[in-house]
């Protein structure tokens, strides 16, 4: 059987391929001449270490993730369960309101179990959120870490909250619903990241 | 249609004179003039004062260089922001003054949004492009989404231009640093490592530039550490430019902005656009740095999609972001 590509992304290429006779993803990190061997090499097997490191931790947070199979670092490939779901961004904008604003919530829930075990996401976007057997599964920390800081919190909700605003806009509440279902999860004070969101907006350029 | 459009946001005063011919941007001229402070950065009254005593003569050399006459000019526009205050009003001052004594409309114009549109204005296989905009204050990628041009990634700190030239101020370079730093970043030959920070497709530099300045004081060749500074600043631009281009899905892309001058970070992000099937534009070097002729254009656009601004409408707005335009002259 030859790979199939999925999807190219801008770092990677997510390919479906036979692993011990069973169907499986691979993420494959393409190497970028458009950048010195010392920084491509450096990105490439960091992320995929911290990456696949994040995606095991995230399961023991109760947040749905792919299995992970195998890691080669050197290669920056990870090999891992395919997941016969839907991304968020295709559907969120069909859904019925009752759905869209059940699926945020949901959203924002498995969001605040990651922060509760400081999981920082990186890139939290719904093209990386992926509908599977009714259960929202997280994909992609290529840009993940580990932050016990307020400040982390906030940046990644941020980068949620314009992902929102780009893709979805014809529904400007649905971040204020992730949000909802972020307070109802999250162990500590919510208010605080709250504050901090409000004052990542107010760092921006112009506001 | 003869547009008459002038920029003021910041060092530059600039007036350009364009013609419309079958949705094409014709550029009959684009002069401009540069404040240049002896030492430090920016002020802005300083920059305010040098505009206000070149724009009257830039008007009539502008107008006289394009060989129109003032009775054929149809509209005049100016940059209504973002920038810094004083230059902004000098720039709308001067639009104003103009409009009325020609009896001609007024528009003011998102300085951003200029630098987008007079790419798809004037390179005719540009029309849907994420925009790399890399100038002193402004790191953005922006791309038209959903009615909007809208901000995919921004600096969360400081715009490139400005760490580039804090790093050659704090060793008595002279603003521009830029130039400076990509001559002596030919010579470098060791990688020293720098931080690398992306957020999703958000970008900072501060982190970089600390580090870059603690390398100088001590002693690392500073040609090294140029080349360092480019090729991961660089890199880091390149990379969330092809996050927005690949979260959008869109095939071409567009830089702009004073750093668009560049010529290794010309090559990284045209590099990047090859191995994934793009194209690749820059528009010609008097339209990437800021000036007048892409104002005029962007105020032709505007007028055209039958957007109207009385005198008292016609206030400058230093924080006047991207994604605050309603694009009406676009589906």
Known sequence: MTDKILYRGAEAEICLTAYHQKQMVQKRRVKKSYRIKEIDAQLISFRTKEEAKLITLARTCGVSVPLIYDVDLVGGVITMEYLRGKRIKDILNSLGERDRVRICRKIGESIALLHNHDIIHGDLTTSNMILHDDRIHFIDFGLGSISTELEAKGVDLHVLMEAFESTHSKYPDCFERVFEGYVKAFQRDASDVKKKIDDIVRRGRYR | ?331
């Open chain 2, 1 to 331: 249609m003869i547009c008459l459009g002038i920029e003021g946001t910041a060092h530059t005063i600039g007036v350009g004179v364009v013609k419309a011919v079958k949705g094409r941007c014709i550029v009959l001229s684009n002069l401009m003039n540069t404040y240049l402070p002896e030492k430090g950065g920016i002020h802005p009254r300083e920059a305010a004062n040098h505009h206000a005593s070149q724009v009257a003569g830039l008007i009539q050399a502008s107008v006289e260089h394009a060989q129109v006459q003032y009775s054929q000019i149809d509209l005049v526009a100016y940059s209504q922001g973002p920038g810094l205050g004083p230059c902004l009003r000098t720039a709308a001052t001067a639009a104003r003054a103009l409009a009325l004594s020609l009896e001609k409309p007024l528009i003011g114009v998102n300085h951003c949004v200029a630098h987008l549109e007079i790419g798809r204005g004037t390179i005719p296989e540009c029309k849907d492009p994420i925009l790399l905009y890399v100038s002193g204050a402004n790191t953005q990628v922006i791309g038209f989404a959903e009615g909007k041009y809208r901000v995919f990634g921004e600096t969360l700190d400081i715009g490139i231009g400005n760490c580039l030239d804090k790093f050659g101020r704090s060793l008595g370079m002279q603003f521009p640093c830029g130039p400076k730093i990509e001559q002596y970043a030919k010579k470098g030959t060791a990688y020293l490592e720098l931080p690398y920070t992306i957020k999703g497709m958000d970008i900072a530099f501060s982190g970089l530039l600390t580090t870059a300045e603690e390398y100088a004081r001590r002693g690392n060749r500073l040609e090294d550490i140029c080349y360092s500074m480019q090729e991961t600043a660089f890199a880091a631009l390149t990379e969330v430019t092809e996050r927005a281009m690949a979260h959008t899905e869109k095939h071409e892309v567009l830089l702009g902005g004073g750093v668009a001058a560049n010529t290794r970070l010309r090559t990284m992000v045209e590099i990047m656009a090859q191995e994934r099937g793009a194209r690749f534009f820059v528009p010609a070097k008097g339209l990437c740095v800021d000036n007048g002729a892409m104002i005029a254009w962007l105020g032709y656009l505007m007028h055209q999609s039958g957007i109207r601004m009385s005198l008292n409408d016609s206030i400058i707005n230093q924080r006047f972001r991207t994604d605050m335009v309603e694009v009406t002259w676009r589906d």
